[in-house]
């Protein structure tokens, strides 16, 4: 069974550093990793969506980074602003499956 | 484009009452899920439908929840009799998947909908 691990679980920083949030997978057979933000009471809006045969993904002062064979992604927030301030959910769909599993989340606060 | 759309947005029940959660996906899109958020338990899978058809209810708790799918705009999530414990945000999503082997398909999630049940 898939395991999604999201480390650290919560994160405070000032406007304007760089960021790398982490996901780590337990089956490295997959089909794509999904980047998704939540805003408090909101529902999930994605980010980034990396295809297995990818090794990253860039949006604007996003970019996400993919390696299968340690099961592991990461989430780099370049300059990071207040307005980056949510929780960072990852997904994992993988191999024959349709269903992605989620992490439990990185709650990020970014303060001016 | 309107995106998911789930009603309603906000309910507030007795336990042992029927509650019914509805979904409209986006246009188009072919698959639709069912999560449930909790502080405890995070996101969890309720249901998947491809195609109208449910493919995976192993993460339907028990015999108490249902979800329908009649046709390709239109799926409800059905808790009877509802209990403290269902307490928690109810999300839909949809997607398009254009054969299982692709993986390039994108979630959209609906706003959700906060139940409590007292």
């Known amino acids: 069974k898939q395991e999604v691990t999201q480390i650290p679980a919560a994160l405070s920083v000032p406007e304007g550093e760089n960021l790398v949030l982490n996901c780590s997978f337990t089956?490295?057979?997959?089909?794509?990793l999904q980047w998704f933000r939540q805003d408090p009471g909101k529902g999930l809006t994605s980010l980034l969506l990396i295809q297995s045969s990818q090794r990253e993904q860039t949006s604007g002062r996003l970019n996400a980074s993919l390696d299968k064979s340690s099961g592991r992604s990461t989430l780099y927030i370049a300059a990071s602003q207040p307005g980056d301030s949510a929780t960072y959910l990852c997904?994992?769909?993988?191999?024959?499956?349709?269903?992605?599993?989620f992490g439990r989340g990185t709650s990020l606060i970014v303060h001016p | 484009d309107a995106g998911v759309i789930q009603s309603p947005r906000h309910e507030v029940t007795e336990m042992g009452q029927e509650v019914t959660l509805r979904c409209k996906p986006i246009?188009?899109?072919?698959?639709l899920f069912w999560y449930r958020q909790t502080m405890m338990r995070g996101l969890e899978l309720l249901i998947y439908f491809n195609n109208n058809v449910p493919i995976d209810d192993s993460g339907m708790p028990e015999d108490r929840f249902s979800a329908k799918m009649p046709n390709a705009s239109f799926s409800t999530l059905k808790i009877q009799p509802s209990e403290p414990r269902d307490s928690a945000v109810y999300f839909c999503?949809?997607?398009?998947?254009?054969?299982?082997?692709?993986?390039?398909?994108?979630?959209?999630f609906g706003p959700g909908t906060r139940l409590l049940v007292l």
């Open positions: 089956d490295s057979a997959i089909y794509n």
């Open positions: 997904a994992v769909r993988g191999g024959g499956s349709y269903i992605p599993t």
């Open positions: 246009s188009g899109h072919n698959s």
């Open positions: 999503a949809s997607s398009r998947y254009p054969s299982w082997l692709d993986g390039g398909e994108t979630q959209y």
